[in-house]
């Protein structure tokens, strides 16, 4: 059974920073079959957006323009652990951040592409 757990959000000042957690059961990041781990947001009233993604275990990334700069994700194998550090936080980075994971893809942007999905971390900016 594939669980995600994320943890690491709160509440930040506006050009502050969070690094996001997602640690992932039931699949194993180091296997010849790669596994993609994604990160999306939602603010309320809005639709889930794609932030960033990395395909393990070869380590390929994509980022949104509207992070990029900013985000960066990473990832620790042997701890099937994909992390999303998040700098110069704005009020417009406040939403529920979602990770998911795929197997089978090195790149995934769209929610379609997703099989599992964590519960989710709210991540606060203040002025």
């Known amino acids: 059974q594939v669980q995600l757990v994320e943890s690491g959000g709160g509440v930040v000042q506006a050009g502050g920073s969070l690094n996001l957690s997602c640690r992932a059961s039931?699949?194993?990041?180091?296997?010849?079959?790669?596994?993609?781990v994604g990160w999306f947001r939602q603010a309320p009233g809005k639709e889930r957006k794609f932030v960033a993604s990395?395909?393990?275990?070869?380590?390929?990334?994509a980022v949104d323009s509207d992070v990029e700069g900013r985000f960066t994700i990473s990832s620790d194998n042997a701890k099937n652990t994909v992390y999303l550090t998040m700098t110069s936080l704005n009020i417009g980075d406040t939403a529920g951040y979602y990770c998911?994971?795929?197997?089978?893809?090195?790149?995934?942007?769209?929610?379609?592409?997703?099989?599992?999905w964590g519960q989710g971390t709210q991540v606060t900016v203040s002025a």
């Open positions: 990395i395909g393990t275990p070869v380590g390929a990334t």
């Open positions: 039931g699949l194993t990041f180091n296997s010849p079959s790669s596994v993609t």
């Open positions: 998911a994971a795929v197997q089978g893809r090195i790149v995934a942007v769209q929610e379609g592409d997703y099989d599992y």
